[in-house]
């Protein structure tokens, strides 16, 4: 039935059906225990013979509801929530790296995500190369080895508002043996379903757009099912053969299409822990439920503005994907066709200093951390988010050190502007 429905059904419907006197609104179920009347019924449900809930850190009603209303969006088969997109994108690739292996990724990503596969992930053994997301299929297959595990990209990157070729991106993936995950955080399933352009697994920071309201910090995994584990599986051992951790099952034999999410619960959550809370989860579900309204708006208010800068003499150059000539209008077009997202990039003449004052003399945008909810939020990267990079890793990501990232919000986009116009005449 949820395949059936349109994506605007699907954000107000999707994950919880209430049966006969239960709660018509997601409940939360608060709870760390759950109940039941023989040790042999949680025997069961601790050798994964039997599903069920037993202890949240590794599954919740409340959060099991909301990833599948995600998973529906996303037109997935299984997915997890975790206690930040950070969580999301680690989680994503330890499921199927371990010491040893090899990572491709675009270098033009959040710049989190970039220190997690530069550094962190360095430390337990697992390199990265960064590749060109906008280099030819020739020249991006020569960053992959014989122990390249996956392949990373952004849908839209942040910040650098940046469209990535995902039908390019999944079949160098796939000729390669591995499969190809996406962060789809900006674009979100209204705007884009990386699945249908052979993307593998999807990852999100929900604390973005799906959340809306910058209340709960969360992230989600949603897994296609499309890639063949056992046609490679000499290269993922962890899905392909037997668990010792639980009396030698194999998750794609016993789990199907879900071994990858079952895997990642039994496994990363059992020992990481990094649960998203019910509660959050349910500020989550109710941000769901508008996320088909309020995309549109915020595109739509980021076009006015990004038109508005683009004619402004004090501006050196604007970076949006729906601007005819811009570098990424034809790919937007062809994979973001309703709408791009309400985040844009662009630089003032005067560089890096003009910046930072333009920026402290705004009213109504606020200079924050976040980006991607209601209000209208401004950063600069090269000072905040990207600050422990280099110049020469700044360049690499996409960051110029005058790089000003707008998250346009849905108020009243003359009112967006006018503030604007009073930062730039200051």
């Not at 910090?217 to 993922?236: L, M, P, Q, R």
């Not at 879900?258 to 649960?275: N, P, V």
């Not at 994979?335 to 630089?347: K, Q």
């Not at 945008?365 to 600050?387: F, G, Q």
Request: charged residues 20%; hydrophobic residues 40%.
């Amino acid at each position: 039935m949820a395949n059936q429905l349109k994506p605007e059904t699907l954000c107000v419907q999707a994950g919880w059906n209430p049966g006969k006197g239960e709660p018509r609104v997601l409940p939360i179920y608060q709870s760390t225990t759950f109940k039941y009347e023989t040790s042999e019924q949680m025997a069961k449900l601790f050798d994964l013979e039997e599903s069920g809930y037993f202890y949240t850190r590794l599954q919740n009603p409340t959060n099991d509801a909301v990833a599948a209303k995600i998973t529906a969006l996303e037109g997935g088969v299984a997915g997890m929530l975790t206690s930040s997109g950070q969580a999301a994108s680690f989680y994503a690739f330890f499921n199927i790296c371990e010491a040893g292996d090899h990572i491709v990724s675009a270098a033009t990503i959040y710049g989190g995500t970039y220190n997690l596969l530069s550094v962190t992930l360095k430390k337990l053994g697992i390199t990265c190369t960064f590749i060109d997301q906008d280099a030819s299929e020739e020249e991006i297959s020569k960053a992959f080895r014989p122990n390249t595990k996956l392949m990373f990209g952004e849908t839209i990157s942040n910040p650098g508002v940046m469209v990535l070729d995902i039908e390019k991106f999944a079949r160098i993936a796939h000729t390669h043996g591995v499969p190809l995950i996406i962060d789809n955080t900006f674009a979100t399933p209204i705007n884009c379903r990386p699945f249908e352009w052979g993307a593998d697994i999807v990852t999100h920071s929900t604390t973005k757009y799906m959340d809306g309201h910058a209340t709960s910090v969360g992230g989600c995994i949603v897994d296609s099912g499309n890639f063949d584990w056992n046609t490679h599986a000499e290269k993922y051992p962890g899905l392909c053969k037997p668990d010792p951790s639980y009396h030698g099952l194999t998750y794609t034999k016993d789990f199907g299409k879900a071994g990858y999410i079952t895997k990642a619960t039994s496994q990363l959550m059992r020992d990481l822990g990094a649960i998203q809370s019910p509660q959050n989860a349910f500020l989550l579900n109710i941000g769901l439920e508008t996320l088909h309204l309020r995309i549109p708006r915020h595109c739509e208010n980021a076009l006015k503005v990004a038109t508005w800068l683009q004619e402004n003499e004090k501006v050196a150059w604007v970076n949006y994907p729906e601007l005819k000539g811009n570098t990424y209008y034809e790919l937007a077009k062809k994979y973001l066709p309703n709408g791009s997202c309400g985040v844009l990039s662009f630089g003032l003449k005067g560089g890096r200093d003009i910046a930072i004052r333009f920026m402290d003399n705004l009213q109504l945008a606020a200079i924050v951390t976040h980006v991607a909810d209601a209000r209208t939020s401004v950063l600069h990267p090269a000072s905040h988010t990207h600050r422990q990079l280099t110049d020469e890793q700044l360049i690499e990501a996409g960051v110029a050190p005058d790089l000003i990232r707008l998250s346009v919000g849905i108020e009243n986009a003359e009112d967006i502007i006018a503030d604007i116009e009073q930062a730039l005449t200051k």
